[in-house]
């Protein structure tokens, strides 16, 4: 068997990813599934660090008549708890993890600090980054991009609940949506592609960090993709 392309990654969870079947809250076998195959990426000698959403519990930009500020904070308090989830799961199965959060709350995670990060990753520690950026109004999909740039990660694996990779139109609603195996940084936002938003599709093209978009419905895919299996979408400069 080939071994991995990649020897820093960051995996960006959505939160509904998390939910399974269920579309909220959190499913555990769901969560064990996932665990394993990071698991398998560790004993591959990958460094692995995550970024979870907090959607299956709050979405704060769907909110009108709260104060927008204040859900997205409550949206951030759905990341930890997903982040907290996984790191009992993965520690069960003797993967040692950390959790960093970006708001402090030095009760039940560590706050996030570069450097510590690096040394939990070369130390062969999963990290896990909860609570996004700290602040309103930005997506977990930008943490992604700006912890992928911070820790000098090689790729971010944008795993995905529903979808296989990135089509021109959605696929649910247009039968003949034409799925793309590669894309440019500018194509999705020329396309208003909705796979990232703007500010993260930005940051990682300033920064030149690839992107694979694959479909975490086969939790598998985690481990080909980094394997070098032609999944999903693969957006880079070139």
């Given amino acids: 068997m ?8 960051v995996l960006k969870l959505s939160g509904e990813a998390l939910s399974g079947d269920k579309g909220h809250g ?17 004993m591959l000698n990958v460094e692995v660090a995550v970024v979870v959403g907090g959607g299956n519990f709050w979405r704060g930009r769907n909110t009108e008549k709260m104060d927008r500020t204040t859900s997205d904070y409550m949206g951030m308090l759905g990341t930890v708890i997903n982040a907290l989830a996984l790191q009992d799961a993965l520690e069960s199965i003797g993967v040692i993890t950390r959790v960093q959060t970006a708001i402090e709350m030095r009760q039940i995670a560590e706050p996030y600090i570069r450097r510590r990060a690096i040394r939990h990753l070369e130390k062969g520690r999963v990290v896990i980054f909860a609570a996004g950026s700290g602040n309103p109004y930005f997506s977990t999909d930008t943490t992604a991009a700006l912890r992928a740039a911070e820790i000098e990660a090689d790729v971010i694996l944008l795993a995905k609940k529903g979808v296989d990779g990135v089509y021109d139109s959605d696929p649910y609603v247009n039968s003949s949506a034409k799925k793309f195996t590669t894309l440019k ?6 396309m208003g592609l909705g796979i990232m938003d703007s500010t993260a599709t930005s940051l990682c093209m300033d920064n030149k960090i690839p992107i694979i978009v694959f479909g975490i419905d086969e939790p598998n ?12 979408t693969y957006v880079k400069e070139e």
């Fill in 2 to 9: 080939a071994g991995p392309i990649f020897k820093r990654v």
């Fill in 185 to 190: 940084y500018i194509d999705i936002l020329n």
């Fill in 221 to 232: 895919n985690i481990v080909d993709v980094v394997l070098g299996k032609k999944i999903g």
């Fill in 26 to 42: 959190i499913d555990v076998n769901t969560i064990y599934k996932i665990s394993e195959q990071i698991k398998k990426l560790r």
